[in-house]
């Protein structure tokens, strides 16, 4: 991970991962398991990919995509 962007990721995980416990019952280890293997996540951790700009609902909401469908539909501006 870029070290630059470490403390952007460290702020909008536990929002992704509020929303996995919330939303799917999940405990904070599943949650974790889900985010931090996920697609998503290694994209996220890639600070040339600026997706830590749109912010963790949207993130929440490719990171549900990715694990209903298999893909992630990026935002234009994104990726």
Same mark, same amino acid.
């Given at each position: 991970?870029?070290? /630059?962007?470490?403390?952007?990721?460290?702020?909008?995980?536990?929002?992704?991962? /509020?929303? +996995?416990?919330?939303?799917?019952?999940? /405990?904070? !280890? !599943?949650?974790?398991?889900?985010?931090?293997? /996920?697609?998503?996540?290694?994209?996220?951790?890639?600070?040339?990919?600026?997706?830590?700009?749109?912010?963790?609902?949207?993130?929440?909401?490719? +990171?549900?995509? !990715?694990?209903?469908?298999?893909?992630?539909?990026?935002?234009?501006?994104?990726?």
């Amino acid at each position: 991970m870029d070290k /630059s962007i470490s403390p952007v990721i460290a702020m909008i995980t536990p929002g992704i991962l /509020s929303l +996995l416990m919330d939303n799917r019952e999940l /405990s904070l !280890e !599943e949650a974790s398991d889900i985010l931090y293997n /996920s697609h998503l996540y290694s994209k996220l951790e890639d600070e040339r990919t600026k997706l830590w700009r749109l912010g963790y609902p949207l993130l929440y909401d490719l +990171l549900i995509e !990715e694990l209903t469908t298999g893909d992630i539909t990026y935002p234009e501006e994104q990726i």
